[in-house]
């Protein structure tokens, strides 16, 4: 809520500031960045709380689930992401974007004590042929592949400490004329390098489309009090996704093959449950209980 708060503030200095203060905005034109820090050692949000600056605006990410708003003069083009894990030193890390015209949601931005290099191909799932110009994106980071399909994503954060957090991301391929594929990396970095091997993308009409986005979904349940509880999906003590359950009490997460909890928390409430992904492909309900 101190984050919310801060916010109203910014948002009024800017308002009343005009030409004078606010980062140069000039009396233009504002717009609003929003998005998630991951802290890729647990899977979760950074604590204590990061802060996230545009320019001269920053404001600090939510402790529970690392939420973060900043509205900015419009044409911004990167956040930087500053954070000091207790006892440890400080991690200051810089996404950038195209610049900004309108609202963006930047998704998850995921930082860590070190970075590496993501690597592989985007191919036609069909012919095998490889695909120029795919957009290849995981954890905040981008990357666009080139004439015989291959990407080399830079500065994607990593942990010794989170191998199953970062095996765990969720990366997301686009091209023209084909289904977007989600993906994730198949193996830990050598060498400061991770080489995810091809990623087969399906031709749009082609008789084997793509899973969708997510491969496990449920309700928290009793469906009357679960909307906005805390979902997190755990491998182990790791947790590797975690959101708000939507208005209807309905989570969707696309996870890789593995054991998993699922856990809900509302309030002092909270409801578990184990199950396993043996298809990454076939969807899966599966849901949780408050008590």
């Known amino acids: 809520m101190v984050a919310r708060a801060v916010l ?13 203060g606010g980062g140069g905005t000039g009396g233009g034109l504002l717009v609003t960045l929003t998005g998630r820090v ?18 001269s605006i920053s404001n600090t990410t939510d402790l529970s ?8 003069p ?5 956040v930087t992401v500053t ?9 200051v890390r810089t996404f950038s974007f195209p610049a900004a015209t309108s609202d963006v949601d930047l998704g998850d931005l995921y930082i860590g004590p070190q970075v590496v290099t993501v690597q592989g191909r985007t191919v036609n799932a069909s012919s095998g042929a490889p695909i120029l110009g795919a957009t290849v994106k995981l954890a905040g980071r981008m990357a666009v592949s080139g004439a015989n399909g291959s990407f080399s994503i ?7 400490a989170g191998l199953t957090v970062f095996l765990g991301l969720q990366g997301q391929a686009t091209a023209t004329g084909f289904f977007p594929r989600s993906w994730s990396p198949s193996q830990g970095p050598v060498g400061g390098v991770a080489d995810t091997g091809d990623v087969s993308m399906s031709p749009v009409g082609s008789n084997d489309p793509p899973p969708p986005p997510f491969n496990v979904a449920g309700d928290v349940l009793p469906l009357s009090d679960g909307a906005d509880s805390l ?18 009490s309905r989570y969707r997460f696309w996870i890789p093959a593995g054991n998993y909890r699922i856990k809900a928390v509302k309030g002092s409430r909270t409801g578990e ?16 209980t408050l008590p």
């Open 8 to 20: 109203v503030l910014t948002m009024l200095a800017l308002l009343l500031g005009g030409c004078g």
């Open 38 to 55: 991951v802290w890729i050692e647990t899977g979760a949000a950074p604590n204590p709380a990061a802060t996230v600056r545009s320019g």
């Open 65 to 72: 689930d690392g939420f973060f708003t900043l509205i900015v």
């Open 74 to 78: 419009q044409g911004a083009t990167s």
């Open 83 to 91: 954070f000091t894990p207790t006892g440890g030193s400080a991690v």
């Open 154 to 160: 830079q500065d994607v954060a990593f942990s010794p």
């Open 231 to 248: 979902v997190q999906v755990l491998k182990g003590s790791a947790v590797i996704r975690f959101g708000r359950a939507d208005g209807s």
């Open 273 to 288: 449950r184990a199950f396993t992904v043996t298809d990454p492909s076939v969807v899966q309900e599966v849901d949780v």
